[in-house]
């Protein structure tokens, strides 16, 4: 690269690894296949219980598939996976976001927390979204 990488460079590098799957920089985390195998399953429960993935939430001209896979690991989705297998049952999970929550995730995340019978506290860039019983406080206005 003839220039010193910016934000702009890392951010689309970090894209393009999440797109392709190269797990080489997501690898550092030591509980990284835990942490996918818990959202691999909580994805398929979910699924059975009704939620339909928001693939027009994925802007890019990918296939369906390739769509399913980019939302089953965003970030937020990630976190609960490993709050779920790092905390006690019946914990509230509280997870921090410095983005606005996708239509996809605050659907997932409603599915979520009935499935594991918990209580997810999201704060995103506008507010809290305080998950219960499959509903959200905001009442899905956010």
Known sequence: MPME?????????????????NVDLDGLHPQKDEIYKMMDKIWKEIKKMGFAPDTESVLHDLGVEVKDQILRYHSEKLAIAFGIISTPENTTLRIMKNLRVCNDCHNAIKFISKLVDREIIVRDATRFHHFKDGSCSCKDYW
């Open 5 to 21: 990488p910016d934000v702009i460079a890392w951010g689309s590098l970090l894209s393009s690894c999440k797109v392709y799957k």
